[in-house]
């Protein structure tokens, strides 16, 4: 029960996320299109091409939030952050859209 629980506020999260993001003029899924960004293993957005400073900004805001909503999840189901972390990682590596990056231990690889 536990886990499904936190299963789903992980998954919702990293939805929102993406919603929250389209403030700026580049959007998280056309940041991900576009090979800029890509999903980490540790549940935060990186760089996949650093020298876009769009892509950066992006980055920076949605890992912030990310960083945020994991911290209250952790501590609605008295539990570790980096537990929250690595299986928010795990789902936003699994629902990466093929064509896009993940960082895997080799480096950047398209899904």
Same mark, same amino acid.
């Given at each position: 029960?536990?886990? $499904?629980?936190?299963?789903? %506020?992980?998954? &919702?999260?990293?939805?929102?996320?993406? =919603? /929250? +993001?389209? %403030?700026? &003029?580049? +959007?998280?899924? !056309? $940041?991900? /299109?576009?090979?800029?960004?890509?999903?980490? *293993?540790?549940?935060?957005?990186? %760089? =996949?091409?650093?020298?876009? *400073? !769009? $892509? @950066? /900004?992006?980055?920076?805001? =949605?890992?912030?939030?990310?960083? @945020? *909503?994991?911290?209250?999840?952790?501590?609605?189901? +008295?539990?570790?952050?980096? *537990? =929250?972390?690595?299986?928010?990682?795990?789902? /936003?590596?699994?629902?990466?859209?093929?064509?896009?990056?993940? !960082?895997?231990?080799?480096?950047? +690889?398209?899904?």
């Amino acid at each position: 029960m536990f886990i $499904a629980r936190l299963t789903i %506020a992980v998954c &919702a999260v990293i939805l929102w996320t993406a =919603v /929250a +993001s389209s %403030a700026f &003029a580049l +959007s998280l899924d !056309e $940041a991900k /299109a576009n090979g800029l960004v890509g999903e980490k *293993a540790n549940g935060y957005l990186g %760089a =996949v091409n650093p020298s876009n *400073a !769009e $892509a @950066q /900004a992006l980055i920076e805001d =949605v890992n912030r939030k990310r960083r @945020q *909503a994991y911290e209250d999840i952790a501590k609605r189901n +008295s539990t570790n952050i980096r *537990a =929250v972390e690595t299986l928010a990682g795990e789902k /936003a590596v699994q629902n990466t859209k093929p064509g896009n990056f993940v !960082e895997g231990p080799g480096g950047w +690889s398209k899904k």
